[in-house]
């Protein structure tokens, strides 16, 4: 208890403040909720440290006088307390002395606001103007990818594939929201054939205010899950927004993933569905996927591709197959289809597999929804190994549906029968544990308090002939 309270009083503790700010992207409700339930500050940056730009800088300036201001108010009354018969002076000052951690760890978030209705907001919404009128003059074909999951893997595929006939240009890893869409903009020449446009939900409102700033012509629905459910509160809400670009289309060039189980209920038959069985009307066999990617066969009609992807697991095949029927739609030959595809590789800790002291590891840390799990479980059934291990966290954002969704992943990773899984504690760890025993899980349950440690320590953690799937990690700001 003395040593949590100490804790605020330290020197670093400004610095931890402004990296809690870095961390939650300057939002200032999740950082106060990050503030309010931290107990010991001495433990909150465990992942990394804070990254000294400009305004972290700044900032950390601004606190620190303001901290040496209030101390020197508190000495100064003190003093008029003691010497100059200043009534209540002594313990006004020891107050102010005393609640200086508390104070600025609320004030900091003033500037922030107020930069942000005064200069921010103002300037962004010139930019995002200048942006929607370059996107509805641009003629090229317009690709929005929305959804829970897979927006980035699917843009991506998407990129490469298209890139070898047609002048693609794409959003930059996973910039999705309106001022990275208007970045975007600024440096496109116009004479681009395909723009594809990554849409990231976070609340209600914002694919559709995406739709209205980049008028796609095609759009992608990767599909949905519970994700943001702290902004959205339910499902269909999510659902609702990442379906209304469909909606502006009116069902045309629209493409679903029918993979999704929860995206069933927003599909419409205009609607074109693509999975791991059909796309756009090629049909889809001989699957077979590894750790050294996925091959699979399409036909329609006459006409037959066999492909070979560097992409790992069984539910990247329907985001290829689409990516390919519809570069040959826009007029890509089968060499060139069969180029892309082929050109296609694991994305950075997204079902990345690599070898580590005679062990294989699938990273998948940056995967953070139910159908991503689904997708690791899978890939730890089909691979053989001498040891399965399977590791998590858990999930964010998952809002009231948090205890069903960790229920269902517990379910899920004991059906893949993994010899070990290993766990980080958190606010969800018993959840999953229920889902465990639920599912009849069998083998060893081993739980870490200390993930980084955990992590870092891997290579003594593995034998060889190991297969260990990672899936999500936990930034500092989730407990």
Do not use: C
């Amino acid at each position: 208890m003395i040593h949590e309270l100490a804790s605020i009083y330290l020197l670093s503790y400004p610095t931890v403040l402004v990296y809690m700010l870095q961390s939650t992207e300057y939002q200032v409700k999740p950082y106060l909720k990050w503030v309010w339930r931290t107990k010991n500050f001495t433990a909150v940056n465990q992942r990394r440290d804070l990254d000294r730009t400009k305004a972290a800088r700044l900032l950390l300036l601004a606190l620190r006088l303001g901290i040496l201001l209030q101390i020197a108010a508190g000495v100064w009354l003190i003093y008029l307390g003691l010497y100059s018969d200043l009534t209540g002076g002594v313990l006004f000052g020891a107050a102010l002395m005393l609640s200086y951690p508390i104070i600025w760890a609320h004030l900091a978030v003033i500037p922030l606001v107020l930069g942000r209705w005064f200069i921010s907001a103002p300037a962004e919404q010139q930019q995002i103007a200048a942006a929607e009128r370059v996107f509805a003059a641009h003629g090229a074909v317009k690709i929005a990818v929305a959804g829970s999951y897979g927006k980035t893997t699917m843009k991506e595929i998407l990129n490469t594939v298209l890139g070898e006939g047609l002048d693609v240009a794409a959003t930059p890893a996973n910039k999705n929201v309106s001022i990275s869409h208007a970045n975007f903009a600024k440096n496109l020449t116009g004479k681009e054939d395909v723009l594809i446009i990554e849409y990231g939900e976070g609340a209600p409102g914002d694919v559709a205010r995406f739709t209205r700033l980049t008028h796609p012509t095609h759009a992608v629905i990767t599909g949905v899950v519970p994700a943001h459910l702290d902004r959205y509160k339910t499902l269909q809400a999510a659902g609702q927004d990442i379906f209304s670009v469909a909606g502006k289309l009116k069902g045309k060039q629209v493409y679903v993933n029918d993979e999704s189980p929860d995206s069933q209920p927003f599909i419409k038959k205009s609607y074109q569905r693509f999975s791991g069985k059909t796309a756009l009307g090629w049909k889809i066999s001989r699957i077979k996927t590894g750790l050294d990617g996925t091959g699979f066969v399409m036909k329609k009609g006459k006409d037959s591709l066999k492909l070979h992807s560097g992409l790992v697991g069984k539910h990247q095949v329907g985001f290829l197959a689409l990516a390919a029927a519809l570069a040959i739609e826009l007029g890509l030959t089968h060499d060139q289809v069969k180029a892309g595809i082929a050109k296609t590789e694991p994305f950075e800790h997204r079902m990345q597999p690599y070898q580590l002291g005679g062990a294989w590891i699938v990273d998948d840390t940056y995967n953070g929804n139910l159908e991503g799990l689904r997708a690791g479980t899978e890939l730890l059934k089909a691979v053989e190994a001498k040891r399965k291990i399977y590791v998590t966290p858990g999930l964010v954002d998952q809002g009231e549906e948090t205890e069903a969704v960790h229920l269902k992943a517990g379910k899920l990773i004991a059906s893949a029968k993994p010899d070990l899984v290993v766990l980080m504690q958190n606010s969800v760890t018993d959840f999953i544990q229920r889902g465990l025993k639920a599912g009849r899980f069998k083998g060893e349950l081993q739980i870490e308090t200390n993930p980084l440690e955990f992590y870092t320590n891997l290579q003594h953690f593995v034998a060889s002939g190991d297969l260990v799937v990672m899936q999500n990690d936990w930034t500092d700001n989730y407990a």
